[in-house]
């Protein structure tokens, strides 16, 4: 994978259940808008409030209503849920499986490595690493992520740490074989010139037109323009990740028009200033 990829939103109705309808739409949205992969059941999925069936479900819907590669994510605290999901997921029409590091119980990096391989060992679908440790607590230091490189079937990672210096030891540990990806907006341009593949950002959910644009400014060759309009784009991205979360990301969308739904329980609707800080910063991004 490469280019920018958006963790997809899990459109909820009222009563909680997934709206696929819903679903269908904001998928062939964000492609529509430009991005150039599409990743259901990560974090800005909602993925830790659904049943495994629900996130079959929910990738076979995303999957058929694209034609982008779809990273799906897979990963569960245990090994043998996350071989079923993944199993689920290849079934279902993912071409690569996202595998958040276990959580919960405190591993070293050598349980960590252990539980990759023997996930890869067995998967239908090529792996990519996810290290998101402020949800998870969890680091997968580029040392490991160099020597899981060297695994055939372990393709790339996503590294939400928000490090730079980190990703570019990843970049370095890994070589040049491997995909690393960007979780964190505010630092896309930055992290495509410390040689990052590409990113998967919540700003695509809201911004899909203006976080592929990113990607495409840089690649034609305009790394300080694609720097410009990242910078336009980091309070935006504060606001809907660090401030307020997955009810203003979907607020946001919303405000464009675009069918995200409701968050799913323990999730709150936002507060009405959230709302409004989120529409503010939404209107002036797309005024730029």
Same mark, same amino acid.
């Given at each position: 994978?490469?280019?920018?990829?958006?963790?997809?939103?899990?459109?909820?109705?009222?009563?909680?259940?997934?709206?696929?309808?819903?679903?269908?739409?904001?998928?062939?949205?964000?492609?529509?808008?430009?991005?150039?992969?599409?990743?259901?059941?990560?974090?800005?999925?909602?993925?830790?409030? =659904?049943?495994?069936?629900?996130?079959?479900?929910?990738?076979?819907?995303?999957?058929?209503?694209?034609?982008?590669?779809?990273?799906?994510?897979?990963?569960?605290?245990?090994?043998?849920?996350?071989?079923?999901?993944?199993?689920?997921?290849?079934?279902?029409?993912?071409?690569?499986?996202?595998?958040?590091?276990?959580?919960?119980?405190?591993?070293?990096?050598?349980?960590?490595?252990?539980?990759? #391989?023997?996930?890869?060992?067995?998967?239908?679908?090529?792996?990519?690493?996810?290290?998101?440790?402020? =949800?998870? !607590?969890?680091?997968?230091?580029?040392?490991?992520? !160099?020597?899981?490189?060297?695994?055939?079937?372990?393709?790339?990672?996503?590294?939400?740490?928000?490090?730079?210096?980190?990703?570019?030891?990843?970049? #370095?540990?890994?070589?040049?074989?491997?995909?690393?990806?960007?979780?964190?907006?505010?630092?896309?341009?930055?992290?495509?010139?410390? !040689?990052?593949?590409?990113?998967?950002?919540?700003?695509?959910?809201?911004?899909?037109?203006?976080?592929?644009?990113?990607? #495409?400014?840089?690649?034609?060759?305009?790394?300080?323009?694609?720097?410009?309009?990242?910078?336009?784009?980091?309070?935006?991205?504060?606001?809907?990740?660090?401030?307020?979360?997955?009810?203003?990301?979907?607020?946001? =969308?919303?405000? #464009?028009?675009?069918?995200? !739904?409701?968050?799913?329980?323990?999730?709150?609707?936002?507060?009405?200033?959230?709302?409004?800080?989120?529409?503010?910063?939404?209107?002036?991004?797309?005024?730029?």
């Amino acid at each position: 994978m490469e280019g920018t990829g958006v963790p997809l939103v899990t459109p909820f109705d009222e009563s909680g259940e997934v709206d696929e309808a819903a679903l269908r739409e904001v998928a062939a949205w964000v492609v529509d808008q430009g991005v150039d992969f599409v990743v259901p059941c990560g974090s800005n999925g909602e993925s830790e409030l =659904m049943t495994t069936a629900e996130r079959a479900r929910v990738t076979e819907v995303v999957a058929d209503a694209v034609s982008v590669p779809v990273l799906a994510g897979t990963g569960h605290p245990s090994l043998a849920a996350t071989r079923e999901q993944t199993d689920r997921a290849a079934a279902a029409g993912a071409d690569a499986a996202l595998v958040v590091t276990p959580f919960y119980f405190d591993h070293d990096q050598a349980t960590l490595a252990a539980y990759y #391989r023997e996930l890869a060992d067995e998967s239908d679908l090529p792996v990519y690493l996810y290290s998101v440790p402020q =949800m998870t !607590g969890t680091h997968l230091d580029p040392e490991t992520v !160099g020597e899981l490189a060297d695994h055939d079937n372990v393709v790339g990672l996503k590294d939400s740490a928000g490090d730079l210096v980190r990703l570019q030891r990843e970049r #370095r540990f890994a070589g040049g074989d491997f995909d690393v990806l960007v979780g964190a907006g505010s630092l896309f341009a930055p992290a495509l010139d410390a !040689g990052a593949d590409g990113g998967i950002l919540a700003l695509a959910n809201v911004v899909p037109d203006l976080a592929s644009e990113i990607h #495409r400014l840089h690649r034609a060759g305009e790394p300080a323009a694609a720097r410009a309009l990242n910078a336009d784009l980091v309070e935006l991205n504060r606001a809907i990740t660090s401030r307020h979360g997955v009810p203003a990301v979907k607020a946001a =969308m919303r405000h #464009r028009g675009v069918p995200a !739904g409701h968050a799913r329980s323990p999730h709150r609707p936002p507060e009405a200033d959230a709302v409004d800080e989120v529409r503010s910063l939404l209107e002036a991004a797309l005024d730029r």
